[in-house]
């Protein structure tokens, strides 16, 4: 956690950002979900349906975080306008803390995507 202050147009850019990371996520996770099962239907790869099907859930769990932080992204953006007042923010409030949080479980999910589309190059030709 930084000591920083947070003013509310570094919060709305960084809810822009972030609305925008969690949408190529969302839209990836699905194209990749989608090409495992045409792999899967091709039985070019039979000894591996095990393997595929775990880091076809593995997509889906992160599609599932993915989708639950997008979704609180929007209502902290929504919020902002009841807690305008309270801007600037530093490390005491707890909206300094939420905001903290989230930008950590971004950097998690975008980790994790990464350590997925790794685990998927696997398996192409």
Request: no cysteine; glycine share 0%.
């Amino acid at each position: 956690m930084s000591d920083r202050t947070i003013y509310m147009p570094d919060l709305d850019f960084e809810y822009k950002v972030w609305k925008n990371r969690t949408e190529f996520i969302k839209e990836e996770n699905l194209i990749h979900t989608n090409r495992i099962e045409e792999i899967k239907s091709t039985d070019r790869l039979p000894n591996e349906t095990g393997k595929l099907n775990n880091l076809k859930d593995r997509f889906l769990k992160q599609a599932d975080r993915v989708q639950k932080i997008h979704n609180r992204i929007l209502v902290s953006e929504r919020e902002m306008v009841y807690y305008k007042f309270d801007y600037p923010i530093n490390k005491k409030h707890q909206h300094y803390l939420d905001h903290e949080n989230l930008r950590s479980e971004i950097e998690e999910v975008e980790q994790n995507h990464l350590r997925l589309l790794n685990d998927f190059n696997k398996y192409l030709v």
